[in-house]
């Protein structure tokens, strides 16, 4: 009786060390953020691409949700006006680079005598937005894929 139970308990650790990995040094997208889009990862087969998109995608979401709550979410929501705007459908709104720019130092897009976000300035009281210099552009499109996921949702 005790080998059987010895001999499962291996059997079952061997099964989930296999479903994880086994922990190797192999480095994949969950060691850090998300960082290729569905159609910069590898060309997947025809017949498991949707799902390897679908499951990038919700990836990226998820490290989005991770990051906006750890960074945005004090000053924003996505349908409510909060200390900030809100922000469903800022993609579609601005461009990817001027949120990029935005996003890391939103004084210096001010500075830089933009219109957008001196009229953004000025309605929020003149309030500025805390600079992110540390967001890389994976974490950024990250954030914005979260938002687009829940631009949707009310």
Known sequence: MKKWFIGGLTGACICLLAACGGGGNNQSSSSGPVSNAPSE?????ASSSSSSATA????LVEKGQELFQ??????HRIHEKLIGPPLAGVT???SKE????????SQAVI?????AA?????????VQMTPFPQLSNQDIDAILAY???QSGQQ
């Open 56 to 59: 990038s995608t919700g990836n």
């Open 98 to 105: 001027w949120l990029y720019n935005w996003i890391r130092n």
């Open 118 to 126: 001196i009229n953004l300035y000025k309605e929020y009281n003149q």
């Open 147 to 149: 938002i687009d996921a």
């Open 92 to 94: 579609k709104m601005r």
């Open 111 to 115: 500075n830089s005598g933009d219109t």
């Open 70 to 75: 750890a960074n945005c979410s004090a000053c």
């Open 41 to 45: 990862a590898a060309a997947p087969s």
